[in-house]
């Protein structure tokens, strides 16, 4: 008796689906492994670019406070080397460097062609992607919101004149301000290496027994109005309320700002989170950068000024903040309050100059 063995067609089938399953598990693996390595590279190229552009800025900053004229070679030059250094191709065909904003600022655009691995090998090297990343400004990024005024502030005893009924010289004793033109800006006035300034104003305190004179005829001739103005030298960057500002303090703003925009003051004087903002930066001693700004439509100054007001942005400068047990009282300076944040200036990130102080 012959024995018939039944071809099962199902198990055929079977096999085929599973084939073809396979082959989409491993197809779909290939593609998670590629992008995620484009991903990863693309963070690379991210970093790379941003520490690139950061030493070209540096750059830039010491030449044109050393008194040079900015020019771009040796600015690539350094950018290319970072960027080579974080292991990419800084050749002209990867890695383009221009200077902008009247040489202040700086743009780099890097890409790069990383291999891929499962696709590269599925399409015989026929398939590629560009990770690329591009880096422009003038440095605005991570600013803390407070600014600086175009000028000096000194605390003293301003003579203000004979009395006629006494015959003796009367003094106001206070704030006073002595305003920096463009013309000295450019002549080299401005502000002073490791010289301290004021921040944010916060309420005065004119009791202090050794204020030093102020002659009648001084430059310094703008009083200065402090406690009971809104105004004091904060800024509303991103977002309004003590919580924000606090944030924009401990961390920087995630934005970024441009000689010729325009930011609004931040109003009050939210003691408790200055002084935590204040005394986190001073502890840290890290260089900050914050705005110098003007008041737009308004010959004054800016704590001389109620309500909420527009400012531009007319300059940049790099400041260490001071803690307040570092100087309770300066002769310069006066009495440090609780409210009051002071900085001792580093450098000029962008100087401000004739052209920029007209911005209104």
């Not at 520490?51 to 010491?62: K, L, Q, S, T, Y």
């Not at 004149?161 to 006073?176: E, L």
């Not at 440090?336 to 002071?342: A, G, L, M, P, V």
């Amino acid at each position: 008796m012959r024995t018939t063995r039944r071809t099962n067609s199902r198990l055929g089938s079977i096999l085929i689906g599973t084939a073809f399953g396979m082959l989409f598990l491993v197809g779909l693996l290939a593609l998670v492994i590629d992008v995620s390595w484009l991903y990863y590279q693309k963070t690379r190229i991210d970093s790379a670019v941003s520490a690139a552009w950061r030493a070209g800025m540096d750059e830039i900053i010491m030449t044109a406070n050393s008194g040079k004229a900015v020019s771009i070679d040796p600015i690539a030059r350094r950018v290319r080397n970072v960027f080579a250094e974080n292991g990419f191709d800084s050749s002209p065909a990867n890695l383009i460097v221009q200077l902008k904003y009247n040489n202040r600022g700086l743009l780099v655009y890097g890409k790069s062609l990383p291999p891929l691995f499962f696709a590269n090998f599925a399409t015989k090297g026929r398939m590629a992607h560009t990770v690329d990343a591009l880096r422009d400004g003038t440095g605005g990024e991570g600013m803390i919101p407070l600014c600086l005024v175009p000028g000096d502030i000194k605390f003293g005893a301003k003579e203000m004149g004979i009395d006629p009924k006494t015959g003796k010289m009367t003094y106001k004793t206070g704030y006073w301000y002595d305003d920096f033109s463009g013309e000295d800006f450019d002549a080299d006035r401005g502000y002073v290496a490791s010289d301290e300034y004021i921040l944010k104003l916060g309420p005065q305190k004119t009791n202090v027994a050794t204020a030093p004179v102020i002659p009648y005829n001084s430059t310094y001739s703008e009083y200065v109005t402090g406690g009971g103005n809104s105004n004091e030298g904060s800024l509303d960057l991103g977002g309004q309320g003590a919580q924000n500002w606090l944030e924009n303090m401990l961390y920087g703003y995630a934005g970024s700002l441009d000689v010729g925009d325009y930011v609004n003051t931040a109003q009050g004087e939210v003691t408790s989170k200055t002084i935590e903002g204040r005394e986190y930066r001073a502890s840290l001693g890290d260089i900050v950068t914050v705005p110098i700004i003007k008041v737009v439509g308004e010959e004054t100054l800016l704590y001389n000024t109620g309500g909420s007001k527009t400012l531009v942005i007319v300059g940049f400068a790099r400041v260490v903040i001071s803690s307040i047990e570092e100087a309770d009282y300066d002769t310069d300076l006066g009495q440090y309050t609780n409210t009051q944040i002071r900085g001792r200036f580093v450098d000029y990130l962008v100087r401000p100059t004739t052209d920029t102080l007209k911005l209104n």
